[in-house]
């Protein structure tokens, strides 16, 4: 009779038992589940999220037919577009007039934006830009704001913007819709937000009917660098030919957006941050199985005496983690498919990017599936294989291998070496160290954690650092420019006698130039600046040769960037370079700098006197670096305006030093919000490992708990033991953390420096992490133990007492 049942039951024993364990401790399965999921989930978060960006990004990009060469230059007629048109590989040519002008709403500060007038909204072929909200044709007296990544207004669709022109008048402007143009999201600290206008507009706001801009697309797909280089060559010979001066030239491929380099940094990271956290899911689940197999022994003995052989004990507990790995890709894949999607879609709105529209990508999908079986099984084997080998007698005497150990070591926390100690701490330090593989698994996934959100602090510290370090080169604590030279004495002896809060003012100069080779052939560009000779505002450390000094005619202190170019590259040599209205010479390199790469070209010194010759501004400059020792520049800046505008300056733009780090700092907040996410699934996973350890630490100590209620320990004396314990292994990963940051920390900005800046960032500590963290390590101790410290509370002594 008990074998026809037996043959009529749908499941054997052994596979009863297995759905039998999985509901039986739904704790258990829940933390087990969870553990794997974390990883899984940031796994395929960050897969859709690059495979759905490298594919739509670029053809958001090329959708809008950017331009390859783009040149800013002397106002120009009808005449050079036509001429530029039967340059050989020029595909289409459009002409605009681009004018920065100071714009702000009411109550607000100035800002410099780039009008661009347009002939015909409808006719715009290169260079397009989509529609975020209003209109895209704008009438008279409106304005389109463009809206990206790096350069962004504020406006808001129906502000009215005043803008102060040229020639020192003011006007006012409607904004009638905002627009991502996508052209304009380069990382270039010279680069201002775009507002668009028809030309009509501009000419009625007396700017002309010229144009100083030519967008210049290249024949075929765009991705030829060779010919768009001997396109720019050629165009930039054109327009010399018609004396005009190219301010800038820019080269762009068609399917490359300008942040895809930053974009891949980011995501990287994100990627190598997932793996890290499928790493400490597997410790997690090492230490469930452990806890697993140590409650069930008496079980593997019993199937051993009936007759189970190791092998089927062996399946059968990998058929289990199979089971938990089934639960997790239910769970898992459908939210990392959309969290994916989401991140895609903010980065490519940050980017001023469409995406192609929602969807699954099988490749992420095929990864996080074989994620959560593999790395289970993987990290399960182990502990399973020895459990299922263990013999009878074994089984049955509550032999424990992590036990084990010397008298020495078991009494290292008893109460008689440790009087002084609280007699619950002294317990708490003492359950602590009782199982110390355990220990070191829980305390590993916690740890790494840790240093994973400390490492976010220091690296936006170390980005902040950079910034600082690079706006140092072309910002003082306000820098002023008028849209038209003025004798530079003049003006600093005007300002620091007139505005007494001005501690220094400085004239300083500006120049670009080509760098030719031995053949005679543009290999690239360099922007000059010119700080007077006894310059107060600027200090350089010279890795190589020396500073600039009194007298130096063409001589150059240059930036190491240009080891791109040059790397052999030694003060005392020169290069050749070609400055604008003037013929190519050598210049003297006389030191060279540490610098980012983050402005595409190397920059450089020369004296004052000799720049502002060669370009035809004798004695005189457009840009004034002022300090404001002990005042906020912001609260100077309104003095300074009105007192020039007083006295008849034409003033284009006055900015805080201050104002321009935040704006550069908004975007790398945008980057360490991304790699919080991470930081905080990491430490989602150390509080679930903490949170299973709590939970096997005290069912272990389930006959101790009964001792302690005997003779008389109240719910709230246990459950402080328990919180007070868990408290204990996070502060001991605290203190780990502080020190392995340091070289997560290094990771991280090595990877985005190379891949932003393009050379290596210095790292800078920030303390505040190691604040954050030790709070945030507390909260998640006392969180990760309520529950096993409330289940511990309520056992009775009769459920204590009974428990095997």
């Known amino acids: 009779m ?6 009529n039951s749908i499941l054997s024993p052994r596979w009863r038992k297995v759905l039998a364990d999985l509901w039986a401790d739904k704790t258990r399965t829940i933390l087990v589940v969870a553990s794997i999921a974390v990883g899984v989930f ?3 978060m960050v897969l859709t999220a690059f495979s759905i960006l490298s594919e739509d990004i670029g053809l958001s990009y090329s959708s809008g037919n950017p331009a390859n060469v783009e040149v800013l230059t002397d106002p120009f007629d009808d005449s050079l577009k036509r001429v530029i048109e039967v340059i050989p590989g020029v595909e289409d040519v459009e002409d605009r007039l681009s004018t920065a002008v100071r714009s702000r709403t009411v109550g607000r500060e100035w800002q410099t934006i780039a009008l661009v007038g347009i002939d015909d909204f409808s006719e715009i072929n290169v260079s397009q830009f989509n529609l975020i909200e209003g209109s895209v044709f704008p009438n008279a007296g409106e304005i389109l704001v463009s809206h990206s990544f790096v350069n962004s207004t504020g406006y808001e669709v129906g502000d009215l913007i005043e803008i102060e ?3 020192g008048s003011y006007d006012y402007l409607t904004v009638a819709g905002r627009v991502s143009d996508q052209t304009n999201s380069r990382p270039d600290p010279s680069t201002n937000p775009n507002a668009f206008a028809t030309a009509a507009t501009l000419r009625e706001l007396g700017l002309g009917n010229h144009k100083n801009q030519l967008l210049i697309t290249v024949e075929g797909s765009g991705t030829d660098d060779a010919l768009i280089a ?4 050629d165009v930039e010979d054109r327009i010399e030919r018609y004396d005009l001066t190219v301010y800038k030239i820019t080269e762009s491929l068609s399917n490359k957006h300008p942040m895809y380099d930053n974009l891949i940094a980011i995501i990287g990271v994100l990627g190598a941050l997932g793996v890290l956290i499928t790493v400490l899911s597997s410790s997690l689940i090492i230490n469930m199985l452990n806890s697993l197999l140590t409650q069930q022994l008496r079980q593997i003995g019993v199937m051993k005496l009936v007759g189970g052989r190791s092998s089927q004990i062996l399946r059968m507990y990998l058929v289990l983690i199979l089971v938990y790995s089934a639960i997790t890709i239910l769970v898992a894949v459908p939210l990392g498919s959309l969290a ?3 991140l895609a879609e903010l980065i490519a709105f940050l980017m001023g990017a469409v995406l192609q529209g929602r969807r699954l990508v099988p490749a992420a999908v095929i990864v996080q599936a074989v994620t959560a079986i593999c790395v289970p099984v993987l990290a399960g084997f182990f502990p399973i294989n020895r459990g299922a080998r263990v013999n009878v007698r074994r089984a049955f005497s509550n032999y424990r291998p992590e ?10 926390f008893s109460g008689g070496n440790f009087k002084w100690m609280p007699r619950p701490l002294l317990l708490s330090i003492r359950n602590t160290f009782r199982q110390k593989r355990r220990l070191v698994l829980t305390v590993f996934a916690l740890t790494i954690a840790g240093s994973v959100f400390m490492a976010v602090f220091n690296t936006r510290a170390s980005m902040e650092d950079m910034l600082a370090t690079t706006q140092l080169h072309f910002m003082g604590d306000i820098t002023l420019t008028f849209s038209r030279p003025y004798k530079a004495r003049n003006v600093e002896r005007i300002l620091a006698t007139g505005i007494p809060e001005l501690s220094a003012v400085e004239g300083w100069g500006n120049a670009y130039a080509d760098i030719w080779d031995e053949d005679d052939n543009v290999i690239g560009g360099i922007s000059i600046s010119a700080p ?3 310059t107060k505002l600027f200090e350089l450390d010279v890795e190589e040769g020396r500073w600039l000094q009194p007298g130096d005619r063409n001589a150059l202190v240059v930036s ?16 050749n370079l070609k400055l604008a209205n003037n013929h190519a010479e050598d210049w003297e390199v006389v030191g060279i700098f540490s610098f980012v790469n983050i402005v595409g070209e190397p920059i450089a010194y020369a004296n004052f006197d000799y720049v502002v010759k060669k370009t035809g501004m004798s004695e005189m400059a457009t840009t004034f670096r002022i300090n404001t020792d002990g005042y906020q520049a912001t609260d100077v800046i309104g003095k300074i305006d009105a007192f020039l505008n007083e006295r008849g300056f034409a003033v284009a733009s006055i900015e805080s030093g201050d104002s321009a780090r935040e704006s550069a700092t908004s975007g790398i907040d945008t980057m360490i919000i991304f790699l919080l996410i991470m930081a905080v699934l990491a430490a989602l996973v150390g509080s679930i490992g903490l949170t299973g350890t709590m939970s096997i630490n005290v069912l272990e100590r389930t006959r101790e708990i009964g001792v302690m209620r005997t003779i008389g320990a109240v719910d709230m004396k246990i459950m402080f033991s328990v919180i007070l314990e868990a408290m204990v292994i996070g502060l001991i990963t605290w203190l780990l953390s502080i020190g392995l940051s340091f070289p997560i920390s290094n990771a991280l900005v090595t990877i985005i420096g190379s891949s932003i800046a393009g050379s290596a960032i210095p790292i800078v500590f920030n303390p505040m992490g190691v604040g954050v963290w030790l709070v945030v390590v507390v909260f998640l101790s006392i969180i990760a133990s309520i529950l096993p410290a409330r289940k511990a509370a309520r056992l009775t002594i009769r459920e204590v007492l009974a428990y095997e």
Do not use: H, N, W
């Open 560 to 575: 190491d960037t240009i080891y791109d170019d040059f790397p052999d590259l030694l003060p005392g040599d020169t290069l």
């Open 2 to 7: 008990t074998a026809k049942k037996s043959k």
């Open 532 to 534: 007077p000779e006894s």
């Open 42 to 44: 940031a796994i395929g």
């Open 403 to 412: 036990a084990s150990g010397s008298k020495r070591k078991k009494m290292l």
């Open 230 to 233: 001997r396109v720019a060559e």
């Open 340 to 342: 994916g999607y989401t």
């Open 165 to 167: 022109l040229p020639d």
